[in-house]
């Protein structure tokens, strides 16, 4: 059986961090995955999320199986952080996921289950696992446009592609802090997206990992609750990797919205028995932490005051880098760069140049161009920009 098994291609990011831990030199640096790092280049524990498991430790829950919908009390907290407390949640279903990959895996297989052959629309670029997950679950993809010529958000040109999708099909939005990107639509943009959205009858799929990073908590969510606001079923893909540092926790939510409770009847069924065919049931322990942060008030204070010091040491890297590029004559590519947001940029550079970054410097990010901002130790910010600056000056030359 084996020998039947043809090459199956490798997972991009994870093979440029295999290829950066063989890398032997020192001065090495790894853009490529997304984690946030703190000045020394860590990856630590938050604050809240150490007490919270403290107390978890002292209580000694039980362990036995929570369930297919996994912790119930972790989905109605994700269900009031992200929609609010006002009427939108109340017609809204939550399951537990395995991360937001996993929130993205069990909502694909939801609505291939329910419309099989679906289109769904994907931004261009897009996350790399946006694809690979949807035609895993048997939907067929499309895309639509992102960027203009001068890296900035292409509200026409997204709004001419997406013009194209039919009354439901689906269309996959990230709600704040694009990957690989960092270039959001503006209020107006997403104003119009969501027009477009009720007018037609596409059913808009948002993707959450990064909320809290880009604008602040509140401001990252707005584009979601709009879109709530507007249509009257929506799907979510919740992650906690990124704003509660629970990345091997892997603890996520699937959120699907309906126009009425009763329109819900049947959803939550369909979500647990593709989440029995999948894993079972999602890991505890993350979601028991995110819990007891949430219904906290001290703890949730905390767990805030740290996202936002992430928030501001990701804006200062990308300033000190923009202000680094501007001092070593690249003004254009320092001004891309200051216009995104979030964990990623999009470096203005060819995947050549991607290469020859990785080679003739040991910096390594993806070869379409993401860098992972927050993965930059301070003191190694200027010799990234060298390194930038030199592979430009290489091109011009």
């Not at 509140?218 to 992650?239: F, H, K, N, Q, Y």
């Not at 200051?338 to 020859?356: C, D, I, N, V, Y």
């Amino acid at each position: 059986m084996l020998e039947l098994l043809l090459p199956p291609p490798v997972d991009p990011l994870w093979d440029l961090t295999e290829a950066y831990g063989a890398d032997a030199r020192p001065e090495r640096l790894n853009l490529v995955l997304g984690v946030y790092r703190d000045q020394s280049g860590g990856t630590p524990v938050m604050a809240a999320v150490r007490e919270a498991e403290i107390r978890l430790a002292e209580r000694s829950a039980s362990k036995e199986y929570r369930g297919l919908s996994g912790n119930t009390a972790f989905n109605r907290a994700m269900l009031s952080m992200v929609l609010g407390s006002g009427g939108v949640a109340e017609r809204a279903v939550a399951v537990q996921t395995v991360a937001g990959s996993g929130a993205l895996r069990l909502l694909a297989d939801l609505i291939c289950r329910t419309r099989p052959g679906t289109t769904v629309w994907i931004s261009d670029p897009a996350y790399v696992n946006h694809r690979p997950i949807l035609e895993a679950a048997g939907l067929t993809v499309r895309t639509y446009g992102w960027l203009d010529a001068e890296g900035r958000f292409d509200t026409a040109g997204m709004l001419r592609d997406l013009g194209e999708a039919r009354r439901d099909d689906v269309v996959l939005l990230q709600g704040c802090c694009h990957n690989p990107t960092g270039v959001d639509p503006s209020a107006q943009a997403w104003e119009a997206v969501a027009e477009l959205a009720a007018r037609v009858g596409w059913v808009p799929f948002v993707d959450l990992a990064y909320h809290g990073l880009g604008d602040g908590l509140e401001a990252d969510l707005a584009a979601t609750r709009l879109l709530a606001d507007r249509v009257p079923e929506m799907l979510v893909a919740i992650s906690c990797s990124k704003n509660f540092g629970l990345y091997s926790d892997r603890t996520g939510c699937a959120v699907v919205l309906g126009a009425s409770r009763q329109s819900l009847r049947h959803v939550e069924t369909a979500l647990q028995n593709a989440a029995r065919t999948l894993y079972s049931m999602p890991p505890e322990h993350g979601a028991a932490v995110v819990t007891a942060i949430l219904e906290d008030d001290g703890l949730r204070a905390l767990w805030r005051a740290e996202l936002d010091g992430m928030r501001a040491r990701i804006e200062d890297n990308r300033k000190e880098l923009t202000c680094e590029l501007t001092a070593l004559g690249w003004d254009a590519q320092a001004d891309v760069l200051a216009r995104q947001k979030g964990m990623f940029s999009m470096l203005p550079l060819t995947p050549h140049q991607m290469l020859r970054l990785r080679s003739g410097f040991a910096i390594y990010g993806t070869t379409a161009g993401r860098i992972n901002i927050a993965g930059i130790p301070t003191h190694r910010i200027p010799c990234l920009a060298r390194g930038i600056a030199a592979v430009l000056g290489e091109a011009a030359e």
